[in-house]
């Protein structure tokens, strides 16, 4: 039986701000239903500064609903302040109020699948959001959301973005004849491409556009530093020093090119057997030293889990086929606590605005050293 909402919103109002106030006499909850044990709920944390609360708020309201008899889902879409990304007369995409940079030094520590399912966590949290996918050679977003097709262009000068699951996307893989193809460019053509990919395509209003950048420190992340302002970089790292030392390098590049870290996301941090076990197979600590070196926080540990890699292999992010599982429930948390610290003012480390209209008072771009 579907529960009324006085009587979901009886059950948050326990929960309260930072200030003492119930969530519900502060009128933040919005908009709850029950739909056959399916709870969505709006919080509204545009007024004030509760939005730095989200994450301890949002589990507080999934623990008290998913205990309620019946219940097995909770949705909650979020309405906040979080200042957006200053944006420049040239910059090739006005509309996107904030541009994240999944990055890291080096393959194989599961780059393109935290940019997706961070994707997908902001996209259930109620964002606007897109993903495009800066691996020119090695793209991964067509596989990983089961998508393929051709983008069209409706006007003749902008191309439209492929759309899967409420999200904005771009790969050079829809561009591709074969999937198998290899594609063999000196840097200036990648660095054309890319720019296509921000200026041509029709991204339209986005609250979040997140980059899928290729492992190392080459030309993309240099190309976009120069080409656009970021909100920041999200790193990935695994535990060991093999991963870290990479890593390093790229937090090292991304503090050069004056692109804020926003955190830090340990992926396979570890592994839980049958007997519930906890097994750190990669040894442990690489992503908190990675954090204190960038002076970020650790976003998040993201444990060995089989269903990532089957349901990214099926073409659907775990986060999106399974929201309530626990390893879902951790890349939601990632995106969270991500708010979080570009609410507390993250953003505003970012690089000069690059004046190309002719003007006096340029600002010269940093030295990669």
């Known amino acids: 039986m579907a529960h009324s909402s006085d009587a979901l919103l009886s ?80 910059d090739p995409m006005p509309g996107v109020k904030h541009i994240v940079l999944v990055m890291s030094g080096k393959g194989g520590v599961g780059k393109s699948t935290t940019a997706t399912n961070l994707t997908m966590a902001l996209h259930r949290l109620g964002y606007r959001v897109g993903l495009l996918d800066a ?42 004849e074969d999937p198998k193809q290899a594609v063999i460019w000196r840097g200036p053509m990648l660095t054309g491409a890319l720019q296509q990919f921000m200026k041509d395509v029709h991204w339209g209003d986005l609250d979040f556009l997140v980059f899928d950048l290729p492992p190392g420190t080459g030309d993309v992340a240099l190309s976009l530093s120069q080409r656009v302002r970021s909100t920041g970089a999200v790193v990935v790292t695994t535990p060991q020093n093999v ?20 955190g830090v996301v340990e992926n396979m941090s570890y592994f839980i057997d049958s007997a519930g076990m906890r097994h750190e197979l990669f040894g442990s600590g690489g992503g908190q030293a990675v954090a204190d070196f960038a002076g970020a926080p650790l976003l998040g540990q993201v444990p060995i889990e089989s269903m990532v890699r089957e349901w990214g292999d099926k073409g659907t992010p775990v986060v999106q086929a399974m929201p309530q599982s626990a390893i879902a429930q951790t890349f939601i948390a990632i995106a969270e606590r991500l708010i979080d610290t570009i609410a507390e003012g993250a953003e505003d480390a970012g690089l000069p605005i690059i004046d190309r209209s002719g003007g006096q008072g340029r600002v010269r771009l940093p030295l990669v050293k």
């Not at 709006?42 to 007024?47: I, Q």
């Open 243 to 262: 991963a870290t030392d990479d890593v390093f390098k790229s937090v090292s590049m991304a503090q050069k090119l004056e692109i804020p870290v926003l």
């Open 135 to 176: 691996d020119i050679y090695g793209p991964s977003i067509p596989t990983m959301l089961g998508i393929t097709g051709r983008p069209v262009s409706t006007d003749g000068k902008h191309i439209e973005p492929l759309e899967r699951f409420g999200v904005k996307l771009m790969s050079i893989g829809f561009l591709l």
């Open 11 to 90: 059950a948050l109002r326990p929960v309260v701000t930072d200030s003492g106030a119930s969530i519900v006499d502060a009128g933040l909850v919005k908009e709850v239903s029950d739909a056959d044990g399916r709870v969505a709920l709006t919080l509204d944390l545009s007024e004030g500064n509760v939005a730095q609360s989200r994450a301890r708020i949002g589990a507080e309201v999934r623990a008290i609903l998913l205990a309620l008899q019946g219940v097995e889902r909770v949705d909650i879409r979020w309405r906040d302040n979080v200042p957006g990304r200053a944006i420049g007369p040239d």
